[in-house]
């Protein structure tokens, strides 16, 4: 016999209808709908969060609290020489745009830093970014340009 995809019928038994609470005395579930009598469950909106812990001192207040967050502070994108070094060519400008041009940064947050850690040999041009000192030394050394 031919079987047919529209023919495909569920074997008995394997859907179960879903539980109807509260639909009167024929479903077996009437009245209270299987919630008991009274009590915090049995109320609509009922029962407790899920980080509840029975009274019990919650997680988070057992743990220990320390430091500080400060919402003003400036978050840089930092930048080291080294990566510099190696993903600029000698006499290239080195702005937001041609870092992120080049993969070096993804996000800007509330600007670009170079920091001073490796070498740099070539005579680059810096500008719309900021500088550690050693970074500003380091880079004037090797005989390169800070546009301010």
């Given amino acids: 016999m031919e079987k047919i995809l529209s023919s495909l019928r569920n074997i008995p038994g394997s859907k179960k209808n879903k539980k109807r609470l509260g639909r009167g005395p024929s479903s077996g579930h009437g ?41 003003f502070a400036k978050i840089y994108t930092v930048v080291n020489l080294d990566v510099i070094e190696n993903k600029f060519n000698d006499g290239e400008e080195v702005t937001v745009e041609t870092l992120r041009a080049k993969k070096i940064i993804k996000k800007v947050k509330d600007g670009v830093k170079i920091l001073g850690n490796g070498e740099i040999t070539k005579k680059l041009t810096f500008s719309g970014v900021l500088f550690s000192k050693s970074a500003k030394e380091k880079i004037l050394n090797a005989g390169g340009t800070i546009n301010e």
């Fill in 31 to 71: 009245k209270t709908a299987a919630k008991g009598h009274k009590g915090q469950n049995s109320r609509s909106g009922g029962g407790v969060p899920a980080y509840f812990e029975g009274g019990q001192m919650p997680l988070i207040r057992r743990l220990p609290k320390r430091g500080f967050n400060n919402p």
